[in-house]
């Protein structure tokens, strides 16, 4: 086996890896068409003796991730179930992190007892489970703003500072959470997901009090809508503004024609968890955080290739 820099031939083999294995971690950040590895996107490809691969990862070190000195994995997977494997993309990534603290990823519960067990052995741990939620888009109960509350799709190359400042203070104490720069919101709307309609700021007046973000993702060989970014700011909390946000979503996503809505939620944010469930939305899935807090002795090698 050996592992290599991902270069721009080999793009299409890696987003159809990640098509095929990252179920098995999570989807929230698969590789489009557009995808190009960078100081930002550090990626590699675990190769067979027949140049085949048999294994990637890739990392997330933007803007927002740096400064809150954490990275996130895209991708950290091999066919061969073996820690040797594992240890080598890992050894691989660590090259790239020498402006973070930690790094982290997702998988499935069921896989807990095999990559698990790798991740435990390569000095990750268990630091958080998180929930995929999903009902019907049909059926729910139409918003109903209180007086003076309007929700509106965000206005490009105006509101993005006010997504930011809103979504760095109503996210601020929820564990996983990452601060993201103006210039990352921007970059939003390049995202193949992405809705121009489903980018909302909730207003009062001519105050903007909260946002949230409707997504057209791939779940199980379905479109669904998917709901992130759902926040208010704390003063105006406690009127159930969050609540006709999300069943906006629903309508939403009726609309284009979608069957289901989805989303994640930390299994520890229980108020958040609560108004899923009481707005009809079902557990299906739950995945575990693992982290890896970096030491100041990292691997130094060189970044295109190395062997096993």
């Given amino acids: ?15 159809d890896y ?18 190009k590895p960078d100081a930002e ?11 085949a691969v048999i294994g990637a990862v890739s990392l997330i070190i933007t803007h ?13 997977h091999t066919v061969p179930r073996s820690l040797e494997a594992y240890r080598l993309l890992t050894d691989a990534i660590l090259q790239h992190t020498k402006d973070i603290d930690n790094i982290y990823l997702f998988i499935q519960e069921n896989r807990k007892e095999d990559v698990g067990l790798i991740l435990e052995t390569l000095e990750f741990a268990i630091q958080r489970y998180a929930w995929y939620l999903e009902r019907p888009c049909r ?38 959470h990452v601060d993201m720069a103006v210039e990352d919101v921007k970059k939003l709307r390049e995202e193949e997901t992405h809705l121009d309609a489903g980018m909302l ?13 409707i997504t057209k993702e791939l779940e199980n060989g379905e479109h669904i809508a998917f709901i992130s970014g759902v926040g208010v700011l704390p003063e105006y909390q406690g009127k159930g503004l969050a609540t006709n946000m999300i069943r906006h979503a629903l309508v939403y996503g009726s609309l284009l024609g979608l069957r289901k809505c ?3 939620v930390n299994a520890e944010n229980d108020r958040a968890a609560n108004i899923y469930l009481r707005e009809g939305y079902q557990k299906l899935e739950t995945v575990i ?9 990292k691997l130094c090698g060189n970044p295109s290739q190395l062997a096993l």
């Fill in 201 to 213: 700021l909730l207003w009062k007046g001519d105050v903007p009090v909260g946002t949230i973000r």
């Fill in 1 to 15: 086996m050996k592992v290599c820099y991902l270069e721009e031939r080999r793009i299409g083999d890696f987003i």
């Fill in 64 to 76: 927002g991730f740096k400064s809150s000195r954490k990275g996130r994995f895209r991708i950290l």
């Fill in 262 to 264: 989805g989303l994640s």
């Fill in 289 to 297: 955080c693992y982290n890896k807090r970096l030491s100041e002795m």
């Fill in 18 to 35: 990640c098509g095929r294995y990252c179920k098995e971690h999570d989807e929230s950040f698969l590789p489009d068409k557009s995808f």
């Fill in 139 to 176: 059926g729910g109960a139409e918003p109903e703003f209180p007086e003076g509350y309007a929700l509106r799709p965000l206005r490009w190359d105006q509101d993005e500072p006010v997504w930011q400042r809103i979504n760095a203070i109503t996210f601020a104490k929820l564990a996983g």
């Fill in 41 to 51: 996107n550090p990626t590699y490809l675990l190769l067979d003796d027949h140049d």
